[in-house]
């Protein structure tokens, strides 16, 4: 099990314990985190989970691949930080990542 901490756009923290394995948005939608729509369902094809990766995190969590990359040119106000949450696998190197929601999704 990892730690993984989601905050919704109204501040409310979202304190898990997820496996490892298992993706930021998969958790995300699992416990009813408001601001993630992952409507394509995790296959990196609508940016509707769009996150803001916590600054501590985002070289551990890596950069988005070209093609998630190309989906985060449809998201809302993209940051450098900017991740699609089904693309951020946890593993043991994540334990204790944050993650922000964004204001609305795409």
């Given at each position: 099990m990892a730690q993984l901490t989601i905050i919704a756009f109204d501040g409310t923290r979202?304190?898990?314990?997820?496996?490892?394995?298992?993706?930021v948005m998969e958790n995300?939608?699992?416990n009813s985190v408001p601001g993630i729509d992952a409507e394509?369902?995790?296959?990196?094809?609508c940016a509707t989970c769009h996150v803001y990766v916590d600054?501590?995190?985002?070289?551990?969590?890596g950069s988005p691949s070209p093609m998630e990359e190309d989906?985060?040119?449809?998201a809302v106000d993209v940051r450098p930080n900017?991740?699609?949450s089904c693309q951020i696998k946890m593993t043991a190197a994540l334990d204790?990542?944050?993650?922000?929601?964004?204001e609305r999704q795409g």
């Amino acid at each position: 099990m990892a730690q993984l901490t989601i905050i919704a756009f109204d501040g409310t923290r979202f304190d898990l314990s997820v496996d490892e394995g298992s993706t930021v948005m998969e958790n995300a939608v699992r416990n009813s985190v408001p601001g993630i729509d992952a409507e394509c369902g995790g296959a990196c094809a609508c940016a509707t989970c769009h996150v803001y990766v916590d600054d501590e995190w985002v070289e551990k969590a890596g950069s988005p691949s070209p093609m998630e990359e190309d989906m985060l040119d449809f998201a809302v106000d993209v940051r450098p930080n900017s991740r699609l949450s089904c693309q951020i696998k946890m593993t043991a190197a994540l334990d204790g990542l944050t993650v922000h929601v964004p204001e609305r999704q795409g």
